[in-house]
């Protein structure tokens, strides 16, 4: 059986969804950290902040999923130089899309006020460990770390998006899209 000329639809979906869902957590981690806001306001946007997040690794778990359930397009790159560097760019995305939503979440089980995890206020999510000032601090500062490493695979994502849409014209991004690819439809 050939490949595909283009992702899944469900993966396409959930690709552009998690998407939204990664600037929406970016936009809102400003007005956050804001302490000039009462507490009710700020509980309320760390709670909808760890929902998106958890929402986010559901979403990249069944991304995940998806690529070992249904056949994938072949690799866009015949270049192997450029095929590794985009391989490990999109492993780098993956990584960080879970592991942004557990180090929060440890995070939020180690603090030392225990605040509970409400998904969307619909059911508290239970926390894996307890207090721990020490995983705390750890976690807080590899959450912020991955958040930046997150935005450099990121900007390297769309930097490569637009040479293969700007420079090269290559029909790459009808891939992860709905619709034509190479002028037939799929």
Same mark, same amino acid.
Request: proline share 7%; net charge positive.
């Given at each position: ?77 015949? &270049?192997?130089? %450029? ?34 995890? %409400? ?12 207090? &721990? ?14 958040? &930046? ?17 700007? %420079? ?16 037939? &439809?799929?």
């Amino acid at each position: 059986m050939s490949e595909p000329a283009r992702w899944h639809p469900a993966s396409v979906v959930l690709h552009w969804l998690t998407l939204l869902l990664v600037l929406f957590q970016f936009w809102i981690s400003g007005p956050m950290r804001d302490e000039s806001r009462d507490l009710i306001a700020r509980f309320e946007l760390y709670q909808r902040h760890k929902s998106v997040g958890l929402t986010i690794a559901l979403f990249v778990v069944l991304r995940l999923a998806l690529r070992l359930a249904v056949p994938q397009p072949e690799s866009f790159e015949k &270049n192997r130089w %450029l095929r590794a560097a985009a391989g490990t760019v999109h492993a780098g995305l993956y990584l960080c899309l879970l592991a942004l939503p557990v180090t929060g979440l440890l995070m939020a089980a180690a603090a030392p006020i225990q605040i509970p995890t %409400l998904y969307f206020g619909l059911f508290p999510v239970p926390h894996p460990i307890g207090p &721990n000032p020490a995983i705390y601090k750890q976690m807080l500062w590899l959450h912020d770390q991955l958040g &930046n490493i997150l935005i450099a695979l990121g900007t390297a994502h769309v930097a490569a998006v637009a040479v293969h849409m700007l %420079l090269w014209r290559d029909g790459l991004l009808g891939r992860m899209w709905f619709g034509r690819v190479d002028g037939r &439809n799929v």
